[in-house]
Structures are given as structure tokens and as C-alpha cells.
């Protein structure tokens, strides 16, 4: 039976609701027909110009994407803008493009920061702020690891479980600190280093963490923190969202996950010396 783009889009907002994400976020669907049929869905971080080649070359239907092509006003889409490229080869290649960012940072289940902690085999794991309307939503999760581990021991760990990036995985306490209840936040969480603390976290995995919070944290003898990228934090979404995509419509669509890795930091030196 053939699938349309709107019955995609209703299954994707089933999951990721459009309600959970933050005021200022921009989700749901970019471009695209919701009576075109939908056959292929490709599943990215960023809807970058690497991935949209990969959507043409593939012949997917729909780009379903974590980061928002556009997060301020837009006032055109001229072919001579870069983003407004990326809409143009989209519309062309006849694909559309949705956007699940913040909601599904906040959703139960199949959402970026249960896929995250997932990655890191945490269990009993509960919301590190949960939504007000929904207890089992919310921003980051915490749980336990199946076996307490070294700090060090730790990041080695994730550093496993998560994608390759030149970053690699940072960590910031004690080496030999005992890691047992693990907070995890997809993206820049380093505001729920308080949320972290009261939760009795032993460490916050994050990204995007700048110097002075993760230094007070130290000095206030605050959990341990693991920072790693951006990209990498939640790319583990991706095959969740997929797979839950296709059983929802009872495998009559395609899924995908791109193999294009779009973090933006290209090399590193110095860690040696």
C-alpha cells in the first residue's frame, strides 16, 4: 500500500510531539507534499550538503533530520543561497525535508536522550528535568551503569558507544573516580549541571561544555563530566528513530540512516604531548 508524505509526517509527530519542542525551536516539515507518495526515508544529523547528496544518490522521498535547516525568520529560498539550495535540490529531486529537534530531545521512549543512554547500557533510567506535562518526557536522562566503572574506564566506554570524531571524548575529575549513576543530556546540555548534582549523578555526559561551568563543578566537588560532540551525542537517535519509524507503518516504508558523518571538526593535534 502505497504511504503518503502527511502519513509519514503523522507518525513521525505521534512520536516526536510537536508540543515538547522549545518556543524558539522550528520542527516539522520544511518542504514537501503531503499527498506525494513516500517510499525511502533517509535519516540524518544535519541536513548539510553531503546528506542531501545522499538523499539524491539514494532516491529517498524524505530527509528526516535532528537540526533544523532554519531556526531564524526566513524571508526566501533563492537557489543562490546555500540553505535555500539545499530546499531547491530537495524539491527537485522530489524529497522532502522534516525536522525533529528539541521534541525529540523531550520524548519518552524512542527519543534522543533514551537512545543516548541506551547507547551506554544505563537501565532504570528516568528524566533528568521532566516535561510539566508529562513526567515520563523531559530534557537528559539518568541511570546506572550495569557495572560501576573508573572515570577513566568511563569515558573509554563511551568513547566505544558513540561515533568516531576527531574530539574524541574529554573528561574532567578525577581519573579514578567511581562511576555508578551516569546523567546523559544529547547536545549542549551543560545547564543541567545543577539538574545532575541534585539527581546524584556521578557524572554528566554532554557536549558543548565551556570552561567555567565544568570548572565550578570540579571545585564544588559537583559530579564528573564527560564532553563530547556535538554530533556524536546524538547520532545514536538515528537508528532508534528509524526503526521505530518502519514498524509504526508496518514496514511499508524504506528506512535508512546516513553513513555521512557531519560533525564539523575535521582534525586535532597536540593530545600527545
Known sequence: ?????????????????PALAEDWDA???????????????????????AVVDEVVGTGAQLLVTHHPLFLTAVHGVPA???KGRLVHRLI????GLFVAHTNADRAPGSGVNDALAAALGLTGTVPLQPAATDPRAGLG????????????RFAELVAAA?????????????PERRIETVAVCGGSGGSLLPAAAAAGADVLLTSDLRHHPVSEAQELRGPAVCDVAHFASEWPWLPVAAD???RDLSGRVEVAVSQR???????????DR
Not at 261 to 271: E, N, Q
Request: include cysteine; glycine fraction near 10%; charged fraction near 25%.
Open 244 to 246: 521505530v519509524l518502519a
Open 1 to 17: 500500500m502505497t504511504v503518503t508524505l502527511g502519513e509519514v509526517v503523522a507518525a513521525l509527530e505521534a512520536r516526536y510531539d
Open 162 to 174: 558513540l561515533p568516531e570524531t576527531v574530539g574524541g571524548v574529554r573528561a574532567a575529575g578525577d
Open 261 to 271: 558523518r557531519t560533525d564539523p571538526w575535521t582534525s586535532h593535534a597536540g593530545a
Open 80 to 82: 543562490d543561497d546555500p
Open 141 to 152: 536522562r539518568v541511570g546506572r551503569l550495569p557495572e560501576a566503572a573508573s572515570l577513566q
Open 92 to 95: 527537485r529531486a522530489g524529497a
Open 27 to 49: 520542527v516539522g516539515l520544511v518542504c514537501g507534499d503531503p499527498d506525494e507518495p513516500v517510499d525511502r526515508v533517509l535519516f540524518a544529523v544535519d541536513p548539510v550538503t
